[in-house]
């Protein structure tokens, strides 16, 4: 699919998301437990619920996220550039945190958000400025094994900075769960974009998010 809180301080161990000290790929049982996958919702008015679809262990939904921005340079000749890229996925970071709780982290092994300062390879002989790619993993952290869904965000530097924020912004939605599309241009997470780069989230956007975080969440393993 194409498909910030302030920098966390104090202690590391006081960080909501701990170091992953193991992690392994995680493989759906067979055969599947009864009612053990989700089913895509009904549609409803106010939200795009419909057109999401979760995972073969359930909605990727977490109470806590904690994101990794690619470091960038604030100096030398690729300075500004850089920089701006990290003011307008910033910028989108921000958008969603009144929704969500968002941490961000400096040491990727802490976060289940990884996002990368390049253009997407081709796909399907489609180029595209941003891509969300999804993996679910067993991790293990503070001792404990727990599944998670492991996103790596790709954000094209290549684009005026409104558009580098409204693709961050789009492809940030997928990696908080929102694995669909809006068919309505105003929405952050339109299947097409409108003439303007959506800067901010709409009430749909928000009411589809409020609803994705009322499921069960990944089921998590048994060790």
Known sequence: MELPAAPATGPAAALPCGISTDIRPWAAPEPQPP????????????????????TPAGWPTRRHWCVWLEPVQRTGPTGIWEQRWHHAVSAAVTSWQPLLPITLVEDPARAQVLVQRRRP??????ASHGRALLQLLEVQRNGRWQLEPRVEVLISPGQAQPAIQATALHELGHAFGLWGHSDQPEDALAIRPGAQPVLSLSERDQATLRWLQAQPSLQQPSD
């Open 35 to 54: 009612g053990a996958a989700a089913s895509p919702a009904a549609a409803a008015p106010g939200d795009y619920r419909h057109r999401l679809k979760p």
């Open 121 to 126: 390879p081709i796909l399907n002989r489609r």
